[in-house]
């Protein structure tokens, strides 16, 4: 009986005795919280929608905070710790590149989150999102801003969305007038893009 629960456990991938959701934390900055439109149509909750569709027993949290850096999400994280985490979409950086920030510091803060969870957490699934910023601080830190989180990605493990703001960032009809954050239409198509990277993170799970 032993052998063959452990054998269950393996195939499923994850076992909750009381059936409870795979909660999917969405940690991130305004482009998470979704920032001047109403908080269902920011991309965490149309992934919730999506996974409603399909009737997973999955939970989108959306731990987004406008305005959020890699320092103010180091310090936020050990309060999301508190709820169990199975997997975590990482959406930080954003705003250091934006202020440019010595980019040791980000790289640092963002290994430091991924390490503290996987500590609390050990067979929580980490999904990076890629960030690009422009070009007006040089490219040299524009190139190294970039690959920051396909080197942190392939240190960790991690899945990865290569750019988050794909198809949207740089198009003003799917940006607010700030040209910065997306409208509903671009939360939509950021929706696609994040759910191609986490629908198979999350059946292994299910």
């Known amino acids: 009986m032993i052998i063959l629960f452990l054998l269950l456990l393996t195939i499923s991938g994850r076992y909750t005795a009381d059936n409870e959701p795979v909660n999917i934390l969405f940690f991130g900055d305004s482009i998470t919280a979704g920032y001047g439109i109403d908080q269902d149509q920011a991309f965490p909750a149309l992934i919730q929608e999506k996974l409603d569709s399909l009737n997973w027993n999955a939970r989108a949290i959306n731990a987004g905070l406008s305005g ?48 503290k969870t996987r500590s609390v957490y050990p067979t929580a699934k980490i999904v990076i999102a890629g960030m690009q910023v422009p070009p007006n601080l040089g490219q040299d830190y524009t190139n190294q801003f970039r690959t920051m989180f396909f080197d942190l990605a392939e240190k960790n493990n991690l899945n990865i969305i290569p750019f988050i703001l794909e198809d949207v960032a740089g198009i003003p009809e799917l940006n607010l007038p700030d040209g910065i954050h997306p409208t509903p239409e671009g939360h939509k198509i950021m929706a696609e893009t994040v759910w191609n990277v986490i629908r198979p993170v999350v059946k292994k799970m299910l």
């Not at 180091?74 to 920030?101: K, S, Y």
């Open 68 to 115: 959020e850096t890699s320092s103010g999400g180091l310090r936020r994280i050990d309060w999301l710790l508190r709820q169990r985490i199975d997997i975590m979409v990482l959406e930080l950086g954003g705003n250091d590149g934006l202020r440019g920030i010595d980019l040791n510091l980000t790289r640092s803060n963002l290994q430091e989150i991924i390490d």
